[in-house]
């Protein structure tokens, strides 16, 4: 039996998005099919519906989720039907390259649900990085659901879906932050400003927040900075270096993904610091630097892809964070909206004051 439910559809290339009834099917082997709680409004859905990503349209928006697993296929042992689930971008596959040493936080082979969702014409719908949660119901690989404890709240969980756990797992897996580090973050937005609570998390002793927008800093430095700094008004790497006795940081987060950032994250860092990479650049983006800098300066230059997260470690975890009132996800929803209110939400992200607005069905 297939399910006809009410979800967001990015018809064409920059248009507006439309909320359609679409057709789900029923869950084939390996497949679950989520009721949806609440879904966190991304650039990354935004960028679908501008055709940054790929022409594969019409676009079932949405992919930072959690939700209540109605049914699921054969084969399928590791949730079952009421299970309250966060969803993600990485089911591992378990064979490939890196699976099979020991790494299946780097996946090289990771997949969704075979099946299509369709509009109700027929067309098959290509769902936001493999999820496409802005809709009463969607169908997923099994793998891309993630038990977690019941008791938290959807909204602010869900964002662990996507871009705060892309931040806080900058800082704490790829950056390897710990107890007395000093660490950087430049570029506060949500996925910084999860760098910075990840930092907080890991017992960081600074944590300096850069930015070129003073709301931006204030928000920072309620979620756990210890210092800002405005790099349109000041350099960012003397500012970085001065509050942490002329060295640099032990950690410098870049979180927004442009060549002049990532210069003053490698500057702003101390000899044999590290630089984590999680803003994502644009292809036309090239960046020069003197080669002997990269040698002389030691440490370790890393790029971050979804925080390097395994969802099966990593979001039980800081779920039961949440829960003890260690890791306040709640600061990241900044409004809760319906499910026809996506288009607005658009607007208002670039805006400055939104951190998240999120879904909630
Ligand atoms: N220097 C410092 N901060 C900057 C600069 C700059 N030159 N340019 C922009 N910023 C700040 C913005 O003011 C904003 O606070 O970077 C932040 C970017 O935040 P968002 O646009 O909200 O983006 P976010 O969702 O946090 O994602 C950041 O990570 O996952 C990637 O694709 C994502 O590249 C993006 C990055
Ligand atoms: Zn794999
Ligand atoms: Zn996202």
């Given amino acids: 039996m297939a399910h006809q439910v009410r979800a967001v559809v990015a018809r064409a290339k920059g248009a507006p998005v439309s909320l359609e009834t679409i057709i789900v099917p029923d869950p084939g082997p390996g497949e679950a099919l989520v009721k949806i709680e609440a879904c966190g409004v991304c650039h990354t859905d935004l960028h679908y519906r501008e055709g940054g990503i790929n022409d594969d349209f019409p676009f079932l928006l949405g992919h930072e989720a959690a939700g209540i697993v109605e049914s699921v296929g054969e084969g399928v042992t590791d949730v079952a039907p009421g299970d309250f689930v966060i969803l993600n971008w990485r089911a591992v596959c378990g064979q490939c390259r890196a699976c099979r040493r020991g790494r299946p936080q780097y996946c090289f082979n990771t997949h969704n649900a075979k099946q299509k969702m369709t509009l109700l014409d027929g067309t098959e719908l290509s769902p936001a990085l493999g999820i496409g949660a802005f809709a009463e119901k969607t169908l997923v690989a099994a793998g891309q659901c993630t038990k977690v404890d019941p008791a ?210």
């Fill in 152 to 361: 938290a709240s959807a909204a602010a969980v869900g964002l662990l879906g996507c871009g705060v756990m892309a931040g806080i797992g900058a800082a704490i897996n790829t950056g390897n932050v710990g107890r007395g580090d000093s660490v950087a973050v430049i570029g506060c937005g949500g996925v910084g400003d999860a760098a910075v609570v990840g930092s907080r998390l890991a017992g960081a002793a600074k944590i300096i927040a850069v930015d070129i927008d003073d709301r931006k800093l204030q928000t920072a430095k309620k979620l756990g900075a210890t210092h800002t700094v405005n790099s349109r008004d000041s350099d960012a790497v003397e500012a970085i270096r001065e509050l942490t006795g002329g060295f640099g940081a032990d950690v410098v987060i870049e979180a927004v993904g442009r060549p002049e950032t990532y210069q003053q994250a490698f500057y702003g860092r101390d000899l044999a610091g590290t630089v984590v990479l999680v803003g994502v650049p644009t292809p036309e983006m090239k960046l020069e630097l003197p080669l002997l800098d990269v040698f002389g300066r030691g440490g370790a230059l890393k790029s971050s892809w979804y925080g390097d997260c395994l969802p099966s470690r990593d979001f039980p975890m800081l779920v039961d964070l949440y829960l003890q009132g260690r890791l306040d996800l709640d600061a990241f929803v900044t409004e809760t909206i319906a499910l026809d209110e996506v288009e607005k939400a658009f607007e208002r992200m670039h805006g400055g004051d939104v951190l998240r607005s999120v879904v909630v069905l």
